[in-house]
């Protein structure tokens, strides 16, 4: 169905099996590696590793597609924009200029240019099959567990997993309420003006709003009736004890970070990787 | 049991109980004086805004605790004062079962659901494991402990919010609207679940529920009636149906009891009518049924189906899914003439809701034709499908995007970009149709829920479509509600309007519907009179419906229970027919 955005699957695979903090910290270290580095090589590296972890862990392809779309366009836009919004933004940080193509007025195709963007594009693409990896194998229950167990406030870690869990529900009202209202006339399609995009928008906010403000009524008593917030700590059904897998995991994302900050440092001598300067 | 509450101390007290919710000028309980011991399975029957939902929340400690508002007098629950308790310790007294068993699952799999409140309690994960199993083989779902519980059958839904209550082992069961968003199937099993843990484990019971007949599918020791705030009475529930209570205040009675009444036969309490087994008939009463059958089918004439040339509405060899291989609907053929008033029904996941997201347009057939008017409409946008089918959906609020009245019902006209003038004159139109002229300045926020759904559905006539699918109009309304929302769409109705109803209710394709349509996996398994869609065993079971009682009166006076219903049926609509001037001004 459309709402496929999103949803926990269960199998059985090595990246399901490991504790949801786990996959967040991994998430994290893996992130901050790539956010740091501007090396194409090590880039191109997290991207093949976090392609091979997407496939470890039996996502289908069908599930994600529509992200992957949306992504995709996302970044094709933005490699567009920034093109034109700063075409000589490689030259800047790379010093040298090698043009390859003359175009108009201060829009010319430079190596340098050409580099700065691909790498930007690929910092991006290397990260997301990591969030979709994290999103579709982590168990919200278990995840809130596991951040209880980090020392968050439980309360605020079971708050984070019950928005994991409705998101299927709300994007499946958003749907519905999207169609009734273009039923009505409401154009969504990208035919109509940005402006008025943005005021249709509303039309379909406020319905989602005064319809989720009921279903969080009832989930709210619900908790209430049932002791939620008695004591100052609470156990946990669905909770797994770190184990080997998880270290693993965790150092073998840490290595990477180092190994990233490695090249930075004694390699690069600096964050960029800069190939035109021999 | 009246010998052995004397030496007994209730275990609920209410004494000149009153509340009144902060946000309100009048109190919503008035001197409330009820006592209930244990073991007692008792009803609590009223109509929607009687008190009843109130009396639950002062029970399971909601009020104060989440619902503020000003308490007098007294509720003692085993001898304590309740508003010296918490909502915690309470809930270790009285356990909660929501309506919806949707909405409550706050666990990703049914063991965890279970195990919430035991989590809540820092019970050691080791041991929680054990209680849960316990209790899951105890109402039977724990062969599902490793499932979401959104994968389970209705029934089971039910014995999982109810694991989940047990868990913390009780005294005090409270089922608050048990049926409401139920199928008749479903809500049957309920009950009977209810009943069975009743019996298992001597614990005392409260249901409170405003649908009669399906609670009285098991027995109860008592009904409490209320109304306005106050008790109106107690009843056993023979005495219940013998008096007048129920019509007087806007509740349905059980259709057997409507029917001896219509035939004459004078309902007591030595009959022990409270349910449909334990009716006792006299020869007489049976000749008097049998004689006002007669009476009717001589009387009344039938309307036969229609028939036009054109049908309005013609669904050809349609299919439909949304993964390929999975399909969903499955060569689906049938046709709607002008001013017919069709309900579709089926289980849930039988493809109602997708058979009316095809024929409006939100998504398309695989394969097949969609006719209106013999004009086919296959490649309509969604938007331009509006003016052929309207579609109004089951929850007002996901529909109701502006503030004002006015500014709801012309906003779809606003969006095709007519004329001021124009406009204004079809919103008047339509909203003198609908009765909410006054409220056209109002604030939508302020309408009671069925006038908001009269203005949800005046928003979709405004754009004059020639046939209206609307999907459960009147789920988990009372009595007074749905017969609100139903006299007014069988009023648009006699005006020449078109309706396709998506609906579980059985009393409204009884009531209202000239032709029922049933789905089963995808496919139309029946097309045909409600009369004989009631009456067939076979079909019921794969709609998820149940036998009426009306079935089972028949059969007892060995009558042909199809032709029954159908003089049931025709006797109703004349009845209604005869105060239909009322019913236009409500």
């Known amino acids: ?278 | 049991m009246e010998k052995v509450r004397a030496f007994q101390d209730p275990i609920i007290d209410f004494e000149n109980f009153s509340f009144k919710y902060y946000i309100q000028s009048e109190p919503t309980l008035k001197n409330i004086n009820l006592k209930i011991y244990e073991g007692e399975k008792v009803l609590i029957v009223g109509p929607s805004g009687s008190g009843k939902t109130t009396i639950g929340h002062t029970l399971n400690g909601l009020i104060p605790f989440y619902y503020k508002g000003e308490i007098e007098g007294s509720l003692k629950i085993r001898g304590v004062e309740t508003r010296n308790l918490s909502i915690f310790e309470l809930s270790k007294i009285v356990g909660t079962v929501l309506q919806d068993a949707d909405a409550q699952f706050l666990g990703l799999t049914v063991g965890e659901d279970i195990a919430f409140s035991l989590e809540n309690d820092n019970v050691p994960q080791d041991i929680m494991k054990r209680r849960v199993r316990k209790v899951a083989e105890m109402v039977g779902v724990e062969e599902f402990l490793a499932q979401s519980p959104f994968e389970l059958s209705g029934g089971q839904k039910q014995r999982t919010t109810v694991a989940g209550v047990l868990v913390d082992d009780v005294p005090i069961l409270l089922f608050d609207e048990p049926l409401a968003n139920l199928d008749p199937l479903t809500g049957k099993k309920a009950i009977e679940i209810i009943d069975e843990i009743h019996s298992n484990t001597k614990k005392t019971v409260i249901i409170i529920e405003h649908r009669i007949e399906d609670v009285l599918h098991r027995s109860v020791d008592r009904v409490v009636v209320i109304n306005d705030g106050r008790i109106v009475g107690e009843f056993s529930p023979h005495e219940l149906v013998s008096v007048h209570v129920l019509n007087e205040i806007g509740l349905r009675e059980p259709l057997y009891i409507s029917a001896l009444k219509y035939a004459d036969v004078e309902v007591t309490v030595d009959k022990s009518p409270g349910y449909i087994e334990t009716l006792k008939l006299s020869e007489r009463d049976v000749q008097h049924l049998k004689d006002w059958k007669e009476l009717v089918s001589k009387n009344i004439e039938r309307v036969p189906i229609k028939k036009d040339d054109v049908p309005l509405l013609k669904v050809e060899n349609v299919n439909f899914s949304y993964d390929p291989g999975r399909p969903v609907l499955k060569n689906i053929n049938f046709e709607v003439n002008k001013g017919e008033i069709i309900a579709l029904v089926g289980k849930n996941g039988a493809g109602k809701s997708t058979l009316a997201k095809v024929l409006c347009g939100f998504v398309n057939v695989d394969s097949g034709n969609i006719y209106i008017n013999g004009e086919n409409i296959n490649n309509r946008t969604i938007k331009e499908r509006a003016e052929y089918i309207g579609f109004v959906m089951q929850d007002p609020n996901q529909m109701i995007s502006k503030q004002i009245v006015y500014d709801e019902v012309s906003l779809g006209l606003h969006l095709r970009k007519l004329g001021k003038e124009e406009i204004e004159e079809r919103v008047n139109e339509i909203a003198a149709v609908c009765g909410i002229k006054e409220f056209l300045k109002w604030p939508i926020q302020a309408l009671s829920y069925g006038q908001k759904k009269r203005v949800t559905i005046a928003s979709i006539l405004v754009l004059k479509p020639s046939i209206v699918i609307l999907d459960e109009p009147t789920a988990g309304q009372d009595f007074k509600h749905y017969s609100e929302i139903m006299n007014f769409l069988s009023y648009l109705n006699s005006l020449g309007m078109t309706f396709i109803l998506i609906t579980h209710d059985m009393h409204l394709m009884l009531e209202y519907a000239h032709r029922t349509i049933v789905l089963s996996s995808g496919e139309i398994i029946a097309n045909d009179v409600p009369s004989k869609i009631l009456t067939n065993r076979e079909v019921i079971e794969k709609a998820n419906l149940k036998e009426t009682s009306l079935f089972e009166l028949a059969e007892r006076i060995g009558e042909n229970p199809t032709e029954f219903v159908q003089c049931f049926i025709d006797y109703e609509r004349n009845l209604r027919g005869k105060n239909a001037n009322e019913i236009i001004h409500l």
Request: a positive charge; glycine letters at 4%; proline letters at 2%.
């Open chain 1, 1 to 278: 169905m459309q709402t496929r955005l999103f949803t926990y699957n269960r199998v059985d695979t090595f990246v399901h099996r490991l504790s949801g903090f786990t996959k967040l910290l991994c998430f994290l270290i893996l992130t901050s590696a790539v956010m740091y580095t501007y090396d194409i090589r090590v880039i191109l590296g997290i991207l093949v590793f976090s392609f091979t972890i997407l496939r470890i862990s039996r996502i289908q392809y069908r599930d994600i597609k529509l992200m992957l779309i949306y992504v995709f366009v996302f970044l094709a836009v933005n490699f567009v924009l920034t093109f034109f919004f700063s075409p000589e933004e490689g030259v800047k940080i790379y010093g040298t200029r090698h043009v390859i193509l003359y175009l108009f007025g201060r829009y010319n195709v430079t190596s340098e240019q050409l580099l700065y963007q691909t790498t930007k594009f690929m910092k991006y693409f290397s990260v997301i099959p990591l969030g979709m990896v994290f999103l579709f194998t982590t168990n919200p229950s278990e995840f809130a567990s596991s951040l209880n167990r980090a020392h968050v406030n439980y309360k605020v870690a079971y708050a984070v997993s019950l928005t994991l869990r409705y998101f299927p529900d709300v994007a499946r009202a958003f749907t519905n309420i999207s169609l009734s209202q273009q039923a009505r006339g409401v154009d969504l399609s990208y035919k109509a003006k940005l402006s008025e995009r943005f005021k249709n928008a509303s039309l379909l906010l406020i319905p989602l709003i005064f319809s989720s403000l009921e279903r969080i009524e009832s989930v709210s008593n619900a908790m209430d009736l049932r002791g939620f917030g008695k004591y100052k700590t609470r156990t946990w059904y669905t909770s797994k004890e770190m184990d080997k897998e998880d270290y693993i995991a965790i150092a073998v994302s840490l290595l990477i970070l180092l190994l990233t900050i490695f090249v930075s440092v004694y390699i690069d001598k600096g964050r960029f990787y800069n190939p035109f300067i021999k």
